[in-house]
């Protein structure tokens, strides 16, 4: 069974750093495409980055050239290194995997109709 826990959430100043992390068991990768998915308060989820097992990544506009996804296969960790936040960057973030039609066709909307996510970790940034 796919298993995905976040870590790495917290409360900085806007232009700060934070680095979220994503444990995942129960699948192969090579089969999987993985990404970040974020929702803010009263929005609708969003995607933000997303990475196949060759590291090919995308990226939603408005975290380019800020943020940057990487995945470790040999730890099974995905990674969102996250710089230059924004106030608009607060949000929940999640983890989220599954086959890779389904990620490009979730990305970068809300991700509907991926099967496998985790709970989320919480990101606050204050201006």
């Known amino acids: 069974q796919v298993q995905l826990v976040e870590s790495g959430g917290g409360s900085v100043q806007a232009g700060g750093s934070l680095r979220l992390s994503c444990a995942a068991s129960?699948?192969?990768?090579?089969?999987?495409?993985m990404g970040w998915f974020r929702q803010a308060p009263g929005k609708e989820r969003e995607g933000v980055a997303v990475i196949d097992s060759g590291a090919s990544t995308s990226y939603a506009d408005s975290v380019k050239g800020r943020f940057t996804v990487s995945i470790d296969n040999a730890k099974n960790t995905l990674s969102l290194q996250m710089n230059s936040l924004k106030p608009e960057d607060t949000a929940m973030y999640y983890c989220?995997?599954?086959?890779?039609?389904?990620?490009?066709?979730?990305?970068?909307?809300?991700?509907?109709?991926?099967?496998?996510w985790g709970k989320g970790t919480l990101v606050t940034i204050s201006s």
């Open positions: 989220a995997a599954d086959i890779c039609p389904k990620v490009v066709a979730g990305f970068p909307f809300g991700g509907y109709g991926m099967d496998y």
């Open positions: 129960g699948y192969t990768y090579s089969n999987y495409c």
